[in-house]
């Protein structure tokens, strides 16, 4: 499976950004697919997942604000992100893990979001 994210750019703070994950060699269906961030000096964390039947869950630190949701003809997932802070300011990833699998597999370049005050 192989992941290409765009979509990052620097934005004012209360500002949208829409973040896409493009797949290829399985279908966005066929897996797991999640968002991870990772700020400068800090650990990544994981912001938002969809399941295979589409159903989604993100972290409560986001929850309101980010929307995650899947195209299956584009075969592409989205991160929709708004009322961002600065402290969303990050390098985001998309991941993707067989359903039964403990661990990401599959990992997107990362895409840069910063989001200035």
């Known amino acids: 499976v192989q992941l290409q994210a765009s979509g990052g750019g620097l934005v004012q703070a209360g500002g949208s950004l829409r973040l896409s994950c493009a797949t290829s060699?399985?279908?966005?269906?066929?897996?797991?697919m999640s968002w991870f961030r990772q700020a400068a000096g800090k650990e990544r964390q994981f912001v938002a997942i969809?399941?295979?039947?589409?159903?989604?869950y993100v972290t409560d630190s986001v929850r309101g604000r980010f929307t995650i949701s899947r195209d299956n003809a584009k075969n592409t997932i989205y991160l929709q992100m708004n009322s961002l802070k600065p402290e969303d300011t990050a390098v985001y990833y998309c991941?993707?893990?067989?359903?039964?699998?403990?661990?990401?597999?599959?990992w997107g370049q990362g895409t840069q979001v910063t989001v200035s005050s």
């Open positions: 060699g399985r279908t966005v269906s066929s897996v797991v």
């Open positions: 991941a993707a893990k067989w359903e039964n699998a403990r661990s990401y597999d599959f």
């Open positions: 969809i399941g295979r039947t589409g159903s989604t």
